[in-house]
Structures are given as structure tokens and as C-alpha cells.
């Protein structure tokens, strides 16, 4: 969904505030529609007339998009009459403000046991908060009591590292001397003194996700991933992003070392993230396009897909949400074609870039064969017994599906040569004449289960009925040396030169997925094949002592009734539906 809010007429103070609040009451799917959720940001106060124009022009034309949808701004005045602020500072400083009026009671009781006990309470309670930049001053004031009672009890080792976390947020804080006794001033001032010199140590900060800027006495160091090279010394760590809650924590930093600490960001609550955008768009004014955190921090607030920005030079620049590193732009004509044609040109391309690509047609189920494929088959066949010899062909075919594992194929082909087939008498069982095969016609139906389907390929086994037709040459006899039968052809009937044979088949195979719609076929297979009708030659037959009146007519048949043939394929079979 595309959402976006007009500012025209808001203070600036609260204009990018008033956008990022939208989405606490963004309209529902329902009331705006299937649409690309777009954020437009508005312009800076110091950006040129023309940049503001055209700004106030692109909504104009966002609202009367059909695919943009506008966000009411009055839905909104209520919330930022009393923004939530992130951290209320006013309540923390009352409360340490509080305590410490209670330890200083202590300390001129010389109750210096209950102040210390006081001040550890307070630290451990409000450490998150402390350890904030907005809070620092704080907590260096604790540091310091923490550092005075230390002194009273006779601990200037800890007393020293006290004076030091202080210092390390303000390095001028003053100590009167007039209220304090002289050892602790005198303490104190040799800390001051010696912070120079002091020996560095170094932290090294990763975070998930990157991208948080880290926070060091109260001071910005840079975002993770990054090192921090500084004193020796307890120091106050905070880790902050946009969309997440704080991590803060007092670390030690050892002189001539590099600690290594790796942070985990949760999530912050709606109700959290919208208080942290406000108290930064409070104090800025203005999100900072090219911090990828703040883009994706901004649009889990107000539930967009897009950040867009107007350019001065009359175009747009926009980071999707879910890739707020990838930074896109839309050119718009010149500038002095004039604000509202800019702003029609440049919505009208953001509308074409934004819009979703259109959703692919649906693959088929897992584990279930596609409905209808063609398929173009390339065979190598091997036939013994009753027909011997080498077949090569192709065959074209089609495979539907019957449920979700099981096809019903049907193939027709040509293949040659044929196989050759010996003829023999079936009165003495003796090859008498041989016939070469000149080509065969095969075809074959077969059901094909499909066990498994995997992303790529599936296997298969078939089982089916082999049907083939043959045709052969004139028979050649082919007598042994020394027989003592003569077989003469008879010159007006060379019988049969067709056979059909019809039997069993069955095989295993396996498809391998191309392309969306085409894929590779491979089968090994065994059929055998009977012969329903086969090759005949009618011959004459007498022995060489007979006189040739005696012949008598004979008919040779095929030596054996079956065929074994071991086939071999491999094709392409392409979707049809």
C-alpha cells in the first residue's frame, strides 16, 4: 500500500514528526486499498523556493494518484500536542538530584557507609538511563560522590577511579575546597593533573544490526562497527539505534589493550520507537536520508515500503525500506518546465518503478508430474534371439498425468535398420535363409510412477506394452557347407516380409528440469517382444541325391517365437499446458 502525508501548512518543527506519527493511525488495507506504502519526506527549512514548491506540487499529484494513497494530517494534531519523549530527563535528574541531597545528609553525619550504599543503589537502578548522552551529566555527579565518600572510608585507589569516570565526562568540573577536606581536594587535583598522561587502552564494538552509533562519556564516537581508543579507566558505554532499545553499560578499558564487545539491539515496543523518532526529529528537524538506520527505523514506524525525498534539481530520490542501503533516483524534465509538470513526470515513474512485478505462474505442486508434456525422444536399441542387430531411432510422444505420482505415456517412432531375423525349416529345425531388417516402427503406452519429485528432477519406473512393426528384405539363403538339402526360392511367392511383434516392457528413468517448461528425459528399458506375425519365405526343398521331381514346398519361419531388446533413450519433453 502507498501511503503518503502532506505537511503543507505544519510548523517545520514538527512536520517530519507529524510524518512519522502517521503511521500510529495509518488507514487499514481495507480503507486505502493494495498498495505500495510510500513516506514522502519533506524539504529542509533552507531549502530553495523551487525545491518547496515542487515538493507541495508532488503531493498534489500523489493525492490524486490512483496507486498513491494520502494519510489525513488532522488525525494527527492531538498526538503531537504532547509528544512522548525518549528518555525524560526531568524525572531522572529530580530523582538524582533527590539522592543526592539524602548523601550529602550522610556525609556531614559521617554516615559515609549509608551514602556509599545510597549512591551504589541509584547507579545500578538507573544505569541504562545514565549512561545516555542527554544523561551524562548525571552520572558524572554520582561518579564524583561515589569518589568523595571513597576518600572518607580510606579507599583512594577507588576513590581514584571514581574522580576519573567523573572527569572523563567533564575534565574542568570543580571541586570546592572549602566544603571538602583537604586530602580529598588534594586527590582529586593530582587526578586532574595526571588525566593527560594517562595510558590508553582501545574497545572494540560490533553490533546486530550495524549501523548504531556509540556513545562514550556521554560523547557521539561513530557507529558500529568501529574501535575506541581512551584512557585507562571505568567509562560509560552506550550503544544506541533508532528502532531498538539502548544498550549502555559501565566498561573498563585496560591500559595497552583492545577489549572486544559485541552488542545485541532489541527491538523497540511501537510505543518506544515512536517516542525516540520524536526526540530526534524534536531536536534535528529532519531524518538523515543517508543513514540506512534511520530509513528502516522510520519506515517500521509508520509501516512503509518507501522513503522519498524531493530533489532541488526537480527529482526524487528513494531507499526502500527493506534495502535502505540501496539508494534509487527518478529524473524529472528541467525545472523550468514548471512545478506541477515536474511533479507528474517524476510521480508517474516513481508509480511505474514502484509497481510490483507481475506474479509468475504457479509451479506445480511438490511431488506432483506436470498435466501434459511432449516429448521427442532419441533411442539406441539392442536386439537378440529371433532378430538380432543394433537399432537407432526416434519417437515422438505424449505423457498426462492420471494423480498426483502416476502418468499415462504414449510414444510412436521410426527406427533403422531393422533387426535381421533367421528363417529356418520347421521340419529339421535348420537356419535355411536369413532377412536384414529394413526399418521398424515402434510404439509403446506405459504407465510411469513417480515416487519422489525433487526442485530439479524426478525419477520414474514404467511399465507398459511394446508394439512394433517390421519390415525386411528378400530373404537370403544361407545353407552350411556340406548340407545335403537344396531349398529353392519359389519365383512367384517370397511369403511374408513384415513381422509384428507385441510384448511386455518395462524400464527406469529419470527427468531433469531445464526450464521452467522444458525437460531432459533418460530411460534405460527392457522389453519382450512375441511375434504375432512374422517373416516367411516359401522355398522348395529336396536333397542333392533326389531327383528334382521330388521337391516338396516348405515355408520358413523365424527360428524363435520372441525378442529381447535393451533400449536405451534419451529426449526432451516440453509442458504443454
Keep these: 500500500m502507498i501511503t503518503a502525508v502532506v505537511t503543507a501548512g505544519v510548523p517545520r518543527r514538527w512536520r517530519t514528526c507529524l510524518v512519522l506519527l502517521a503511521g500510529l493511525a495509518s488507514p487499514s488495507a481495507a480503507e486505502a486499498g493494495a498498495r505500495t506504502r510510500v513516506l514522502l519526506l519533506p524539504p529542509p527549512a533552507t531549502a530553495p523556493q523551487v525545491q518547496r514548491l515542487l515538493a507541495d506540487s508532488v503531493a498534489a499529484c500523489l493525492r490524486q494518484s490512483a496507486r498513491l494513497g494520502l494519510v489525513p494530517e488532522d488525525r494527527f494534531r492531538t498526538a503531537l500536542a504532547a ?3 525518549h528518555v525524560r530527563s526531568d524525572e531522572l535528574r529530580r530523582e538524582v538530584d533527590e539522592s543526592l541531597g539524602r548523601v550529602r545528609e550522610h556525609y556531614r553525619r559521617l554516615a559515609v557507609e549509608d551514602a556509599l550504599r545510597l549512591l551504589q543503589e541509584v547507579e545500578n537502578a538507573r544505569l541504562n538511563a545514565l549512561a545516555c548522552p542527554e544523561s551524562a551529566e548525571l552520572a558524572a555527579q554520582l561518579s564524583f560522590w561515589m569518589g568523595v565518600v571513597q576518600a572518607a572510608t580510606q579507599d583512594p585507589g577507588r576513590a581514584r577511579e571514581r574522580f576519573l569516570s567523573s572527569l572523563f565526562v567533564d575534565a574542568r568540573r570543580p571541586i570546592d575546597a572549602a566544603y571538602f577536606p583537604p586530602e580529598t581536594v588534594a586527590l582529586f587535583e593530582k587526578v586532574r593533573a595526571d588525566l593527560g598522561a594517562t595510558p590508553t587502552g582501545a574497545i572494540s564494538l560490533t553490533s546486530d544490526p550495524d549501523g548504531a552509533e556509540v556513545y562514550l562519556d556521554g560523547r557521539r564516537a561513530g557507529l558500529t562497527p568501529l574501535t575506541v581508543n581512551a584512557p585507562e579507566g571505568y567509562h560509560l558505554l552506550c550503544v544506541r539505534r533508532i528502532g531498538s532499545r539502548d544498550w549502555a553499560a559501565r566498561v573498563r578499558i585496560a591500559a595497552g589493550r583492545v577489549e572486544t564487545q559485541r552488542v545485541f539491539l532489541v527491538h523497540a515496543a511501537s510505543s518506544e520507537l515512536a517516542s525516540q523518532l520524536v526526540a530526534l526529529l524534536a531536536g534535528s528537524g529532519s531524518v538523515d536520508f543517508a543513514n540506512p538506520a534511520h530509513i528502516e527505523a522510520v519506515g517500521a514506524a509508520v509501516g512503509a515500503d518507501v522513503v522519498v525525498r524531493v530533489m532541488p534539481a526537480g527529482g526524487l530520490e528513494y531507499r526502500r525500506v527493506a534495502r535502505p542501503a540501496e539508494l534509487r533516483r527518478v529524473a524529472g524534465p528541467a525545472a523550468t518546465a514548471g512545478a506541477e509538470r515536474v511533479a507528474e513526470a517524476v510521480v508517474a515513474q516513481l508509480e511505474n518503478e514502484l509497481a510490483p512485478p507481475p506474479p509468475p505462474p504457479p509451479a506445480p505442486a511438490a511431488g506432483q508430474p506436470r498435466a501434459v508434456d511432449l516429448e521427442l525422444w532419441l533411442s539406441g536399441s539392442v536386439a537378440a534371439a529371433a532378430g538380432t542387430g543394433a537399432l537407432g531411432g526416434m519417437s515422438v510422444g505424449l505423457r498426462i498425468a492420471l494423480r498426483r505420482s502416476l502418468a499415462l505415456a504414449v510414444r510412436l517412432g521410426f527406427a533403422a535398420p531393422g533387426a535381421s531375423v533367421a528363417l529356418v525349416d520347421p521340419a529339421v529345425d535348420t537356419q535355411v535363409a536369413l532377412v536384414e531388417g529394413s526399418f521398424e516402427i515402434p510404439g509403446k503406452i506405459e504407465l510411469r510412477w513417480t515416487p519422489f519429485e525433487r526442485r530439479s528432477w524426478r525419477p520414474f519406473a514404467a511399465l507398459g506394452l511394446d508394439v512394433r512393426y517390421g519390415a525386411f528384405s528378400a530373404p537370403r539363403f544361407t545353407l552350411p557347407l ?5 531349398f529353392t526360392p519359389l519365383p512367384t511367392d517370397l511369403g ?24 531432459l528425459v533418460m530411460s534405460l528399458g527392457y522389453a519382450l517382444d512375441f511375434y504375432v506375425a512374422g517373416p516367411k519365405a516359401n522355398t522348395l526343398f529336396r536333397l542333392k541325391d533326389d531327383p528334382p521331381t521330388s521337391q516338396r514346398p516348405v515355408t520358413l ?3 524363435q517365437a520372441r525378442r529381447h531388446v535393451v533400449t536405451f533413450e534419451a529426449g526432451i519433453a516440453r509442458r504443454l499446458d
Design 557 to 559: 519361419e523365424p527360428g
Design 482 to 486: 556340406g548340407s545335403a538339402a537344396i
Design 496 to 519: 511374408s516380409r513384415s513381422a509384428l511383434l507385441i510384448g511386455p516392457a518395462a524400464g527406469l528413468g529419470a527427468a531433469v528440469a531445464l526450464g521452467r517448461k522444458w525437460d
Design 83 to 85: 509528544p512522548p519523549r
